[in-house]
């Protein structure tokens, strides 16, 4: 891993763990001590990561303790993960109608099964971070807050994702296949938002569904754009007409023009557009 990388895991863990859709969760008895104690493991730890990191290089004892927390902060992430997506779809449902079927799945028994199961796996990866705090302490490490320096640039995502270092997204991707495939979907245009906090691997899961052999024999054209910050509408559809690769004479067209345009060249087609890197900031 590059110096700094195991880092910004432990920052996002402890982000994800503190955060207020996971709090929104009923967890079973003890199961909230545990997660608590996960965090603050977590947080020791990661104190002292950046004095780590530069050691490892001169120490083999060192690189081997980075590995096992390695580990075990991705099984701690992946914990977290699921909690992370249960609660934003508790929160989806609420929203809406829901079938007897749904309602029956989220009954305050199966919400206690999950609970349950999932109290397992954090006790479990907590014991696991006690055991690494321990043998931290033998190496004497010098605690910083100092971050690693990133240069500031403007995010920017791409279609392409190396399928064989992706782990346990398959029944995502199956999921929302089967409904872009779905030959009743009666609608026009088919939106399928994949939402949730930063870090949970949204824009792997729509890699791996650009990319999935289904997918690309079904759609024509396929596109992919990276939204970020701005969502500047005007500035979409001309990413959209250039990865068409129908650039316009005119960039000042207004936007009624290239709407119009893009109407036209994607008119009876059965395209599969992902727009990729929306942020919502609104929280109410």
């Known amino acids: 891993m590059a110096e700094g990388a195991l880092f910004d895991l432990a920052k996002k863990v402890l982000e994800v763990a503190g955060s207020l859709a996971l709090q929104e969760i ?27 990191e ?6 083999v004892a060192v690189k081997g303790w980075l590995e096992k927390f390695k580990d075990v902060l991705h099984d701690a992430d992946d914990v977290l993960d699921d909690f992370s997506t249960e609660a934003l779809q508790r929160k989806i449902m609420a929203g809406n109608k829901m079938t007897k079927e749904v309602r029956i799945f989220f009954s305050s028994s199966n919400q206690l099964a999950f609970s349950l199961k999932m ?33 500031n640039r403007d995010r920017e995502t791409y279609s392409f994702v190396p399928k064989d270092e992706v782990i346990g997204r398959e029944d995502d991707k199956q999921e929302i296949i089967k ?16 939402v949730g906090i930063g870090g949970l691997g949204k824009t792997t899961l729509a ?19 990276c939204v970020s910050d701005n969502f500047d509408v005007k500035q979409i559809v001309k990413q ?11 960039h000042e067209e207004n936007l009624d023009n290239l709407q119009n345009h893009l109407r036209e060249k994607l008119n009876g087609k059965k395209y599969f557009l992902v727009l ?7 929280r109410d």
Not at 207 to 225: A, G, S
């Open 26 to 52: 009923k967890l079973a008895h003890g199961v909230k001590a545990d997660l608590e104690n996960l965090k603050s493991t977590v947080s020791t730890i990661k104190d002292v990561l950046l004095d780590a």
């Open 54 to 59: 530069k050691k490892a290089g001169d120490s």
């Open 119 to 151: 109290g397992h796996r954090i006790k479990a990866t907590r014991k696991r971070l006690d055991v690494i705090t321990n043998e931290m302490m033998k190496f004497s490490f010098i605690k910083g807050s100092i971050e690693p320096q990133v240069k």
């Open 179 to 194: 409904f872009l495939l779905h030959t009743n979907v009666e609608d026009n245009v088919s939106i399928i938002p994949i």
């Open 207 to 225: 890699q791996l569904i650009y990319n999935d052999e289904n997918v690309k024999t079904h759609f024509e054209p396929k596109l992919w754009i």
């Open 240 to 250: 959209i007409l250039e990865s068409l690769k129908l650039k316009e004479e005119s």
């Open 276 to 282: 990729d890197d929306v942020w919502n900031e609104d």
